[in-house]
């Protein structure tokens, strides 16, 4: 899954994330590639507002 997420993707979750409390379908912005596939995401609210900023793995991810 690495070679489809890029920086600056647009990406969604397919699993819960429960110790982040995000849920599979939230969408998220690709913010950071790391060279062990795992990727830092930021998630922003309507208004604006970052509600979480983390660092999860492409398994976790698919490209919108």
């Known amino acids: 899954m690495k070679d489809e997420v890029k920086l600056l ?4 979750l397919i ?3 429960p ?3 995000l849920h599979r ?3 998220g912005a690709v913010v950071e590639c ?3 596939e795992t990727f ?3 998630f922003v609210a309507q208004d604006g507002y ?3 900023l983390v660092t999860l793995p492409a398994d976790l991810l ?3």
């Open 19 to 21: 110790q982040h409390r």
């Open 15 to 17: 699993n819960d994330v």
């Open 62 to 64: 698919i490209p919108l």
């Open 9 to 12: 993707d647009v990406v969604a």
């Open 25 to 27: 379908g939230e969408i």
């Open 34 to 36: 790391h060279g062990d």
């Open 50 to 52: 970052t509600y979480a």
């Open 40 to 42: 830092d995401l930021e």
